[in-house]
């Protein structure tokens, strides 16, 4: 049993075993339909999701097993019930637990008291299934992860640029980072860990000579809305349009998604041929699939 709260604790062999494995089901697709018979996936969400929802559900119907959606704002979690408690109940109903949350304190104390493992599927510091993803993504598209450079332009403070900088670390590829010199935009130095990744203040630099161009929306689900005039402001100069895409005519653009166009990327962009940002959504439920195998002992 594995729990996957964040890429910190993950090795290489073991990031490298959850690509591998999706790799394999990918390619093969008329198979493993009954590998995970008779298992039940718990899905608890606190956070609004469509790709997280779906490609977990349909990873578990596609490897014969059961999944099992649950509003937790119809929870009685950390109400009239706690962590401990839920935790432990829910353990003995199911085989795994996908969770969406806010606050990653929570998931971690989910996991501390299940008896199955439990999968985060975002929090607010960490979305490691997104990562994991993405280099399967450039797998697919550049032969391998090792010496690949990501430029990540824009907020680099969220869930998804801490965990390319753990995976990075971990896959031998350079993060670059591209933002306002400003503490809210610049990466958690807590949160990543031993996680390194370069910094790069001006967008037309931090592009050159990279392998993939990354963004994500400029306003996550904890920014208030009242800020987002003030940060539409400071992030236009890191916005990723024709003008400073074609700067580097070999990079891929990758954009995890919901993308709002016009703001953080524009629509020469996302409807490029250089755009792979529908496999790389498509890839999270092969991903997906590796996870939940990893984390069951499951061997594809």
């Not at 990758?254 to 703001?263: E, F």
């Amino acid at each position: 049993m594995r729990d996957l709260l964040s890429l910190k604790n993950w090795s290489t062999t073991e990031i490298n075993d959850v690509l591998i494995s999706a790799g394999k089901l990918k390619r093969n697709r008329s198979k493993h339909h009954e590998i995970m018979k008779g298992k039940t996936l718990l899905m608890l969400f606190a956070k609004p999701s469509l790709r997280t929802h779906l490609s977990f559900d349909v990873a578990m119907y596609q490897l014969g097993g059961h999944s099992i959606f649950y509003d937790l704002s119809h929870s009685t979690l950390g109400e009239k019930e706690s962590i401990k408690d839920f935790s432990k109940v829910i353990s003995r109903y199911v085989d795994v637990i996908m969770a969406r949350l806010y606050e990653h304190k929570q998931i971690e104390e989910m996991a501390k008291w299940a008896d199955v493992p439990v999968i985060n599927g975002l929090t607010n510091e960490y979305h490691p299934c997104q990562a994991l993803g993405d280099f399967l993504t450039i797998k697919e598209k550049l032969g391998r992860v090792h010496g690949k450079t990501i430029a990540y332009l824009g907020d680099a403070n969220n869930n998804v640029t801490h965990s390319l900088i753990l995976a990075g670390e971990k896959m031998g590829a350079e993060i670059i980072v591209s933002s306002p010199d400003k503490k809210e935009y610049l990466p958690n130095p807590n949160l990543i860990a031993k996680g390194k990744y370069r910094y790069e203040k001006d967008p037309i630099k931090a592009v050159k000579g990279v392998d993939v161009i990354y963004t994500d929306t400029w306003m996550s689900y904890q920014v208030p809305n009242n800020q987002e005039k003030r940060r539409i402001k400071d992030l236009k100069p890191y916005q990723v349009n024709g003008k400073l895409f074609n700067i580097n005519k070999k990079a891929l653009f990758m954009h995890n998604l919901p993308a709002k166009r016009g703001m953080e990327v524009t629509d020469e962009v996302m409807d490029s041929h250089r755009s792979i940002v529908y496999q790389q959504a498509e890839n999270r439920m092969w991903s997906e699939k590796g996870i939940l195998l990893k984390c069951l002992g499951v061997r594809g």
